[in-house]
């Protein structure tokens, strides 16, 4: 069975002076209406109540060199505002925020009937042309959109959203359950322990000693009465650890696409806890910060359903920890401290490594709910 996806392509791009400034410009115009927008909305809504519906073509009188950049550009930042503006309106979410300079610099933009597309070497973009690039992937398919962006450390990329077709993996009769590790990043219910790479960590210390020398930087430029823009040293360190902190991000997302990529190829069922709730992770366990695991999760959600596999999440109030696998036992809260690692089971005996029987007993519980749900007829469990 093949399935259409939504596919995105993270692709690095190597603009030339002229398209680094048009791209400064475009950044520089999607936030700003952006924040003018806002602006704009809120003082309407204070005065009358009622939510203002303004576009980007009424602020190019005033902002002649709104015109400059891709008007597309300045739709999607209408379209992402009235969106959020709207959840605050309605659903009494958080009011979006203004957009800061050198945060977050990006806009979008959508492919018209050939106006983003792509060449061994390239990316073409709507008003400024072919821009030389580098592709990791083969990219089939028809474009959808182009986000363009720049990294702290000064890196350029292009987001390209990309209509595909994806194979559905063949069944291989296996499932699996997955624990968040108390030590390493998950321990499944075949026994495997997956660690957490250890060149993290030690990007990680990495990133820590450059922040140190970063802070030191700016306590000189302080004593020394130096603004911290123009303190070089300062500025020098400040883009070092913005590429220790993109190479963090990027090889742990590499690490979590790998890994969420081979449980959903090798298993038909994949049964977790579900733990995505903000600051639940964290207390928990120690070991995996939430962002991590809530990508993990994401990732296996999205891969299931592209592959034609299961993914089962566990309701986080089971008992996963405190059951004994072989016979169902319940321990109590003190028999179980977060300190034990390993514990006899006081009923059959089984000695139970306390995260491989939670693992196990994600599995059970998630085998029980597949079933019950109608996708299991499909994969032909028993
Ligand atoms: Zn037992």
Redesign the pocket.
């Known amino acids: 069975m093949t399935k259409q996806i939504l596919k995105a392509y993270k692709v690095r791009l190597y603009p030339n002076e002229d398209q680094q400034i048009f791209f400064a410009k475009s950044f520089g115009c999607s936030r700003f209406i952006w924040n003018k927008m806002l602006a704009d909305k809120i003082e309407y809504y204070r005065e009358t109540k009622m939510s203002l519906n303004n576009t980007p073509a009424q602020y190019k009188k005033e902002f002649e060199w709104l015109k400059e950049v891709d008007s597309l550009a300045l739709a999607n930042v209408q379209q992402n505002l009235r969106s959020a503006y709207s959840k605050f309106f309605k659903q009494g979410a958080r009011l979006p925020k203004f957009k800061k300079k050198g945060i977050k610099d990006s806009y979008t933009t959508n492919n018209q009937k050939g106006t983003v597309a792509i060449t061994d070497s390239t990316v073409k973009l709507p008003k400024i042309g072919h821009i030389n690039a580098k592709f990791p992937d083969k990219i089939n398919g028809l474009i959808k959109s182009a986000t363009i962006s720049r990294t702290p450390s000064g890196k350029y990329y292009v987001s390209l959203l990309v209509e595909t077709i994806v194979n559905e993996l063949p069944k291989t009769q296996s499932n699996i359950g997955i624990d968040l590790g108390l030590t390493d990043f998950i321990v499944l219910s075949d026994s495997t322990k997956v660690a957490n790479p250890k060149f993290l960590a030690k990007l990680q210390d990495k990133l820590s000693k450059a922040q140190k020398i970063m802070s030191k930087r700016a306590l000189i430029a302080k004593k020394d009465n130096r603004n911290l823009r123009d303190s070089k040293n300062y500025q020098k360190q400040k883009t070092k650890v913005a590429k220790v902190y993109e190479k963090i991000t990027n090889a742990r997302k590499d690490f979590l696409h790998k890994l969420s990529f081979n449980l959903i190829k090798n298993h038909d069922v994949i049964a977790i806890e579900d733990l995505n709730v903000k600051g639940m992770v964290k207390n928990r366990k120690l070991a995996n910060s939430d962002s991590s695991w809530s990508t993990f999760t994401i990732m296996l959600a999205y891969k299931a359903d592209w592959y034609g596999k299961t993914l089962v999440k566990i309701d986080r109030w089971y008992p996963s920890s405190k059951t004994?696998s072989?016979?169902n036992?319940l321990l109590t809260k003190a028999e179980l401290p977060l300190s034990v690692r390993m514990w006899d089971?006081p009923?059959?005996l089984?000695q139970n490594d306390r995260d491989i029987n939670a693992s196990i007993n994600i599995l059970h519980q998630g085998l029980i709910l597949a079933k019950q749900s109608k996708t299991v007829g499909a994969t032909g469990l028993a």
């Open positions: 004994c072989h016979c036992h089971c009923s059959c089984q």
